[in-house]
């Protein structure tokens, strides 16, 4: 069956950098949209980024984009997100998501296409 397991988050300074892993089983990798979202205590859950199929298409938010880099292994079968720069505002619970190419069509950044999900992984930027 169909598995992510996030890792990799902690505590850091503002304008420091993390990188998360995502490790993903139970599917092809290259069939798949594999996306980070986040969600912040009280807010809604947020689209980060997303990398798609054999080619690793990416996509990014807006206010990621240039700090956060999203990437693949695929003989590893690991999804990354290098995040760069890290502000307050990025804090919060970080989550790997994926769901068919063929069935992620309303938007690579929009929770609700996604059927399978990790149990995420906590990012705290404090001073």
């Known amino acids: 069956q169909v598995q992510l397991v996030e890792s990799g988050g902690g505590l850091v300074q503002p304008g420091g950098s993390l990188r998360l892993s995502c490790a993903a089983s139970?599917?092809?990798?290259?069939?798949?949209?594999i996306a980070w979202f986040r969600q912040a205590p009280g807010q809604e859950r947020e689209g980060v980024s997303c990398i798609t199929g054999r080619a690793g298409s990416t996509y990014y938010e807006d206010s990621v984009r240039g700090r956060f880099t999203i990437s693949k292994d695929n003989g590893q079968n690991i999804v990354y997100l290098q995040m760069n720069s890290l502000r307050p505002e990025d804090a919060g619970v970080y989550y790997c998501?994926?769901?068919?190419?063929?069935?992620?069509?309303?938007?690579?950044?929009?929770?609700?296409?996604?059927?399978?999900w990790g149990q995420g992984t906590q990012v705290t930027v404090s001073s």
């Open positions: 998501a994926c769901g068919p190419l063929e069935t992620v069509v309303g938007g690579y950044l929009n929770p609700h296409e996604y059927p399978y």
């Open positions: 139970g599917f092809r990798m290259n069939s798949y949209a």
